[in-house]
């Protein structure tokens, strides 16, 4: 038996609305796997997006969500969000204390919302978790630099030098 055109219209109508359905809320129909992959990616929005569904899903143990806040914060501060990058690098270091990347990258943020205290404080906390952690040690050493540390600066310059020798001096 075929359809008649009003059969035809419901049946384009219906497949238009799914359509529509599924563009407005892509996350839904992508896996865990998927989202994984979109919250470490370097698209910002994507990453906001899949961190934040991994986050509402509640399905994560505390250590994977230290992860999926570390990197919704880096997506923050890439789009210059530095308060929300912040609270949650702050989410991410209340569930992995022992993280320094998390500590390194609130201290950019912190240093990049001109709170250059803080920011050494975290660049820190980050190098007494891993004394080898070349970018916490040079970010510290911009960080004393804003503050008019010079000569403490110039240490941390240096140590990250020795440390990660392809790091150089910022030009003035």
Request: proline residues 4%; positive net charge.
């Amino acid at each position: 038996m075929r359809a008649g055109p009003m059969s035809d219209r419901r049946i384009a109508a219906t497949l238009s609305l799914t359509l529509t359905l599924l563009a407005a809320h892509p996350a839904k129909a992508d896996t865990f796997a998927q989202l994984w992959v979109k919250c470490r990616s370097d698209d910002a929005a994507a990453q906001i997006r899949a961190c934040t569904a991994l986050i509402d899903a509640r399905r994560e143990t505390p250590a994977s969500l230290a992860r999926v806040f570390f990197n919704r914060g880096r997506a923050f501060a890439d789009r210059g969000e530095f308060a929300r990058a912040i609270a949650d690098f702050d989410q991410a270091v209340a569930r992995d204390p022992d993280f320094p990347d998390a500590f390194n990258s609130r201290g950019i943020a912190f240093a990049a919302s001109g709170q250059s205290a803080k920011a050494i404080e975290d660049f820190d906390r980050a190098i007494a978790q891993d004394g080898n952690h070349a970018i916490a040690i040079y970010n510290r050493g911009l960080a004393l630099r804003a503050l008019g540390r010079l000569e403490e600066a110039a240490q941390s310059f240096q140590k990250a030098k020795e440390v990660g020798p392809r790091l150089t001096v910022p030009k003035e």
